[in-house]
């Protein structure tokens, strides 16, 4: 089972930039895929999730209006559209995809996790 992200990059405040995950090796039925990011010396923060059959999403309150999370069936891709980028959203953004439905904002429920894209934002 893989994960690859990708779409990070350099851009300035108020900006947008659109994550991608492709999953391969499996089917991701029933899963929830999520996104996390995290910055030197603090845990991965939970960003949002989403289920892959129906579709419900949940988001952290710091990104809820400016983030929004989906996915292609076809495709086996979720994707996390950043709008209204600032500052404090530079970290490195990693996908990942849970078997259980328990606990989805915690990184420790996820079994599988891509590699991670940087996102910088600047003033």
């Known amino acids: 089972v893989q994960l690859q992200a990708c779409g990070g990059g350099l851009v300035q405040a108020g900006g947008s930039l659109r994550l991608s995950c492709a999953a391969s090796?499996?089917?991701?039925?029933?899963?929830?895929m999520g996104w996390f990011r995290q910055v030197p010396g603090k845990e991965r923060e939970f960003v949002a999730y989403?289920?892959?059959?129906?579709?419900?999403?949940y988001y952290a309150e710091s990104v809820k209006g400016r983030f929004t999370i989906s996915r292609d069936n076809a495709k086996n891709t979720v994707y996390l559209q950043m709008n209204s980028l600032k500052p404090e959203d530079t970290a490195v953004y990693y996908c990942?995809?849970?078997?259980?439905?328990?606990?989805?904002?915690?990184?420790?429920?996820?079994?599988?996790w891509g590699q991670g894209t940087l996102v910088t934002v600047f003033s």
């Open positions: 990942a995809a849970a078997v259980a439905q328990y606990f989805p904002t915690s990184a420790l429920n996820y079994n599988y």
């Open positions: 090796g499996r089917t991701f039925s029933g899963y929830i």
């Open positions: 989403i289920h892959w059959n129906g579709g419900s999403t």
